[in-house]
């Protein structure tokens, strides 16, 4: 089975997980992680203070004094979209979190950019450490942006479904969703997957439920696969697959 066929599985489960760990968790890993992160960073201009030249630890300061401007408008529209989800009014929260998307961007050019600089000034019994410092930080990164995904994909349900829809998919999704899913499980099933193709056209014209446009959410507004449809009716018919 080739990585094309079951992609969607895959990239389906891994989007509900993750609004499932951050609902369940009500969002607070993510304080957590950020903290963890600063903690990193203020070791790793540690390590810059003590081998880097003049030059380069200005230059060090310079993208420091970017990285917390651009993470101080992150966290801002981040505790904003989390208060409007607890409220279920999601309001004009879409407008600034369209320019989520940019600053992260901006972060990851500054991540690459500072890990580079600090390379090139560690002398070579500690390039290793700082390698491994900025492999857990790319980590931390990640699982951050995951939650942050998730946090989207909740704007959009309560811009799309009155509270009581919202409050029946989180807890169908608490309930069905497992949370220690893994890749390998959801590629074992792809070809029964596929198989059930034929059954899920003769349903595309039928009118949408709940979770047909849960799923859209999930395909960004677009006609979800097949793959994802069986695997999210077995989640709803209390079935981890």
Known sequence: MNEHEFNPVIQAVV????LAKATSENWSSMKTLGSELSTDLEKATSQITNFASEDTRKEWLEK????SETIQKLKQIMAEAISKIREKK???IADDWNHYPKYVEHVEELYEQMKSLGLKAMPEN???SWEDLWRRIDEKHEAIKNEAYA???QLQMIQNHDPK??????????KHIPLVYTNQEAQRYTEEY????????KEASQKKTLWDKFLDILAGGTQQTPAQRVMMQRWVDGEKI
């Open 126 to 128: 500690e390039t290793a």
């Open 64 to 67: 420091m004094n970017d990285y």
């Open 194 to 201: 596929m198989r059930a193709y034929e059954q899920l056209k």
């Open 15 to 18: 989007s509900i997980r993750h």
């Open 165 to 174: 829809e919202v409050d029946q998919l989180n807890d169908s999704i608490l």
């Open 90 to 92: 999601a309001g004009n």
């Open 151 to 153: 946090c989207s994909m």
